[in-house]
């Protein structure tokens, strides 16, 4: 029969022009220009490969130029026809009639005020997919080490496009740093997992006098940003009018729970032991993923 790999390609592929993408559904095929992923050692960067051997979910390799002609059948559909492309961006309703962000792959969102809709990637690479439909402008951004942060180039590019039809951010003024004991940090040190969802796993280390995220596979530290050029994509000091993440420690439980203004929780998270995080993100309740210092009040 045909592989999965020739089916999409066949199929998908080749009728949008996506002449440099294939699935990468063996290991022994060469995949011409391939990029190789890195992570950061204590002695420069050291190559990395893909974990995930599930093809489909992963094992595509492609470029930026070929996933803009991917965005472009969501306007223009020349595979899948319109109705399919509005039914992979249709939010799901829930029993109860509220509906859901995350479509048929796609998380259905907005930045700055404009309807978004996008898709990230990692898995020692990181990326991440972001259109505004009503705009008609995708950016699709690319990188080959998980340390970086493609959604946020992604928003600073479509910036650069959409500014005039975007909100303005609000800057609130910097929160007074409270000094914590190095051994009380300690304690709180390790790994965590949500109790919710609990493959998504946190490494939180006490470092500098304070408790700080971890990175996967870079051993990189979140740090407090500045007001600079990237303050918008990294909100430690502007929030807009929600307060940034917190997090508040229940002894009892032995779980953390995180909050982006009072009285809106989000998941709670568990101590889960020592170890290495393959996951190192905290998404807030309003959708946006926040980093830097993480502190327990």
Request: proline residues 7%.
């Amino acid at each position: 029969g045909e592989g999965f790999g020739q089916f999409i390609e066949r199929e998908l592929l080749q009728p949008l022009g996506m002449t440099s993408s294939r699935v990468h559904d063996s290991r022994g095929a060469a995949v011409p220009g391939r990029a190789l992923a890195y992570a950061e050692t204590g002695h420069g960067y050291s190559v990395i490969f893909p974990r995930n051997e599930i093809v489909g979910g992963a094992k595509l390799y492609t470029t930026v130029e070929d996933l803009l002609r991917w965005e472009r059948n969501f306007h223009e559909p020349v595979v899948g026809g319109r109705a399919l492309m509005d039914a992979l961006v249709a939010r799901p309703r829930l029993a109860s009639g509220a509906t859901i962000p995350y479509a048929s792959g796609l998380r259905i969102g907005e930045y700055r005020g404009l309807p978004t809709v996008h898709r990230s990637g990692g898995g020692t690479f990181a990326s991440e997919m972001l259109r505004f439909p009503e705009q008609r402008l995708a950016v699709v951004t690319l990188c080959n080490t998980s340390a970086s942060h493609p959604r946020y180039l992604s928003q600073e590019v479509a910036a650069l496009y959409l500014a005039e039809q975007m909100q303005s951010l609000a800057v609130v003024p910097a929160r007074r740093q409270v000094e914590t004991p190095q051994d009380e940090l300690v304690r709180y040190a390790g790994v965590y997992r949500p109790l919710e969802t609990p493959w998504n796993i946190l490494r939180i280390a006490a470092r500098d006098g304070a408790l700080q995220e971890v990175f996967p596979d870079s051993g990189w530290y979140c740090q407090s940003m500045s007001l600079s050029k990237y303050s918008s994509a990294f909100p430690s000091r502007s929030c807009g009018s929600r307060r940034p993440p917190h997090w508040r420690n229940s002894p009892a439980a032995s779980t953390a729970r995180s909050w982006t203004r009072p009285g809106a929780a989000v998941p709670r998270w568990r101590g889960a032991g020592t170890g290495h995080a393959d996951v190192c993100r905290r998404q807030a309740a309003d959708g946006g993923v926040r980093r830097g210092h993480r502190r327990f009040s």
